[in-house]
């Protein structure tokens, strides 16, 4: 049986580093035997989350099928840009959607579905120095909080020379920290 692996990138930036970098994890994760698809969160639009709004009008569809998605994934690769040293609203956002009940009304209250026992591999990529490792122990603690096992995190740090102006690796050192997160998801994913 074959690992499902979903991965994406906590921005939906034309040129982001970030799916840069997620795409070597990919390859990596795809030449242990995963398959993977990668998901563009700007194909699933939800609103900033409001409990009021989520009482009043339910999980958005684009919601719905994300997590249906994710629910028959073993793994995930998820890439987080850091904004003022933690996640992107965006990815904080689409986290918040997804461990919310179906139901709605009060009471109602949060899931853990469908990031429960998913092995999760997190990177993080910037120009700077310091190459998102702020962000990532914040998207860690949130995963492992609704039930994922986080492996140990990467940071790409100077991502803007992680590829020449060809598209090619430029720093085969970070690139290889990538592609073994990559393969460390599907390894630890796969069914025993």
């Known amino acids: 049986m074959t690992t499902q692996i979903i991965a994406f990138a906590g921005s939906v930036r034309k040129h982001s580093m970030n799916r840069a970098a997620l795409g070597l994890a990919v390859e990596g994760a795809q030449a242990a ?10 194909a699933y639009p939800m609103p900033l989350y409001d409990a009021d ?14 997590r249906e998605k994710m629910r028959t ?17 965006l ?16 009471g109602a209250g949060g899931g853990r579905m469908p990031f429960d026992g998913k092995v999760a591999g997190l990177l993080g990529a910037s120009a700077g ?8 122990p914040h998207v860690s603690f ?8 986080v492996l140990p995190v990467v940071a790409v740090p100077g991502a ?6 060809e598209g090619r690796v430029a720093n085969e050192r970070a ?7 990559g393969t460390s998801v599907a390894t630890f994913a796969a069914p025993r």
Not at 33 to 42: D, N
Not at 93 to 101: A, E, K
Not at 142 to 149: K, P, R, T
Request: proline share 3%; with cysteine; net charge negative.
């Open 33 to 42: 035997g995963a398959s993977v698809e990668v998901i563009e969160l700007a």
């Open 53 to 66: 709004w989520h009482a009043a009008n339910g999980v958005p569809e684009s919601t719905r099928a994300l």
């Open 73 to 89: 994934a073993a793994g995930l690769l998820i890439a987080s840009p850091e904004y003022n040293s933690s996640l992107t609203p």
């Open 91 to 106: 990815l904080k956002n689409t986290i918040d959607w997804l461990s919310q009940s179906v139901e709605t009304g009060l």
């Open 129 to 136: 120095a310091f190459g998102a490792i702020r962000a990532l």
């Open 142 to 149: 949130i995963l492992s909080n609704l039930g994922c096992v």
């Open 160 to 165: 803007d020379k992680l590829f020449d102006a």
């Open 175 to 181: 690139a290889s920290g990538l592609r073994k997160l």
